[in-house]
């Protein structure tokens, strides 16, 4: 994602399919800081999608079956899955 400094419009890159599970849930979430973005702020959750996959990032637009089309990824948070011998795990809140 960039933004044109000229005409100020949100820039994405080309779209990708990951391999997800995904659960609607509505509930107050706090951002814990880093790549989740504003440290402490809160919102109030629409889906809750758990992945394996890295690419997605804070801001980016998700779209997945049963949603209601493009939506923020408002919160990235992952687990340290090593100890298993495993990549990381992912859960991206909108």
């Not at 100020?8 to 609607?24: F, H, K, L, S, V």
């Not at 394996?52 to 990824?73: C, H, T, V």
């Amino acid at each position: 994602m960039k933004i044109d400094l000229k005409t100020q419009a949100t820039i994405y890159g080309d779209e990708y399919e990951i391999a997800c599970t995904w659960e609607a849930k509505s509930e107050t979430v706090r951002d814990a800081g880093g790549q989740s973005g504003a440290q402490g702020s809160e919102f109030v959750s629409r889906h809750m999608i758990y992945t394996e996959d890295a690419r997605p990032k804070y801001l980016d637009l998700i779209q997945f079956d049963g949603s209601n089309g493009w939506e923020e990824i408002r919160s990235v948070t992952n687990w340290d899955m090593s100890f298993f011998g495993e990549e990381p795990d992912y859960l991206l809140v909108t």
